[in-house]
């Protein structure tokens, strides 16, 4: 039930977290939409008891961290080519470690 509430609490963080930025108008809106899909992602899998408390914490994690950079790259108004290549990069290592993690045979209650 903690895990849910947790889930909970971060996604409304991360939509009013959007809406912020989508007001001052550095949206990126290609990013935004790739990161609230992968927090489905990872809320599916622990639905459904394919990710480990252990698991859901390293990408949640692992999701605040990429939040942080693209909050740092929208800082200064513009984000460039680069920076947005940088926040895709990070992106697709995330979406990689969400399918390991989730196809990975642990699931919630494993004490591996």
């Keep these: ?13 991360f939509v009013s977290g959007i ?7 550095d949206v990126t809106p ?6 609230a899909r992968q927090e489905r992602r990872i809320e599916a899998g ?6 480990t408390a252990a698991e859901l914490a390293r990408l949640e994690a692992q999701q605040a961290r990429i939040e942080r950079h ?3 790259v929208k800082a200064d108004g513009e984000v460039t ?4 290549a940088s926040l895709h990069i990070h992106q697709d290592k ?3 470690d969400i399918a390991r993690k989730k196809l990975n045979r642990r699931q919630a209650g494993d004490d591996r």
């Design 1 to 13: 039930m903690k895990i849910r509430a947790l889930i909970a609490l971060a996604a409304l963080l």
């Design 19 to 25: 809406v912020v930025a989508h007001e001052r108008g």
């Design 30 to 35: 290609r990013v935004d939409r790739r990161q």
């Design 46 to 51: 622990v639905e459904n008891g394919q990710l």
């Design 70 to 72: 693209e909050a740092r």
């Design 81 to 84: 080519g680069r920076e947005r």
């Design 94 to 96: 995330a979406s990689t």
